[in-house]
């Protein structure tokens, strides 16, 4: 039985890494899915054409999370036929620099708070109006945002912190529409940005309790959960999806 047929799903960032898994897992379980991309359409279509192989519906539309008119554009788009049941915001950006650090690009860091937290608040913020009753929420956040195993990520942290806050309120604001806001914060994920054989894995990998990276697919059947019937009864929860890296 596939639990979410007939749901239609946004996801943001939904053209590689995580976000690509999440996309293949939600059409999987049967539901229509529309995400963003911001570069390279030519994979965004394939990923479109991949995902219509499953026998729902597909949509790709360009958009940049930390855009206002962007996203009002892409939400618009995405709600032409119907509202929308599932919001997963997975686009993020990563940038480091410690705080000594004055070679740091100040313009990148304003840009990852841009995307990471008010591009992701003003998703929510548009969408809830365009949602159905009982819909979900569902942000990729960190287990940065607890904890910072190395220098050098304190904006970047910060930002996930924020997401785990906001995520709290929302499920408190939204909870009489009986629509759930949870948070999901991964581990080390062999994604192109993180590689499992990058020069400081076998480093990071000592800290967590499996003793080995998650996949992107590790994250999306938490979303899939999330987003199904099954955890109709759980919002403003943090889930840590770590392998005991947190533990």
Do not use: C
Request: aromatic share 6%.
């Amino acid at each position: 039985m596939l639990k979410l047929a007939n749901k239609t799903a946004l996801v943001t960032g939904g053209s590689r890494g995580i976000g690509a898994a999440i996309v293949k897992r939600l059409a999987a379980e049967g539901a229509n899915v529309i995400f963003t991309y911001v570069n390279s359409a030519n994979k965004a279509e394939a990923l479109v054409k991949e995902i219509e192989s499953y026998g729902v519906k597909a949509k790709a539309i360009k958009a940049d999370t930390g855009s206002a008119v962007q996203i009002d554009a892409a939400i618009a788009a995405a709600t032409e036929s119907g509202n929308i049941d599932i919001l997963i915001n997975s686009a993020g950006l990563f940038v480091t620099g410690g705080v000594e650090d004055e070679t740091v690009d100040k313009n990148a860091l304003r840009q990852q708070w841009d995307v990471n937290v008010i591009g992701v608040a003003h998703t929510v913020r548009t969408i809830v109006s365009k949602m159905n009753d009982g819909g979900r929420i569902i942000t990729i956040g960190s287990t940065g945002a607890a904890r910072s195993p190395y220098p050098g990520i304190s904006d970047y942290s910060a930002t996930k912190a924020a997401l785990s806050a906001y995520t709290r309120s929302w499920a408190r604001d939204l909870g009489t529409r009986n629509i759930t806001a949870n948070i999901i914060q991964p581990g080390l994920i062999n994604t192109d940005m993180n590689p499992s054989d990058g020069p400081f894995s076998a480093a990071m990998v000592q800290a967590v309790a499996l003793g080995r990276y998650g996949e992107p697919d590790d994250i999306s059947a938490a979303v899939a959960f999330l987003a199904s019937d099954d955890a109709r009864y759980i919002t403003g929860a943090t889930l840590n999806v770590d392998g005991g890296q947190s533990a």
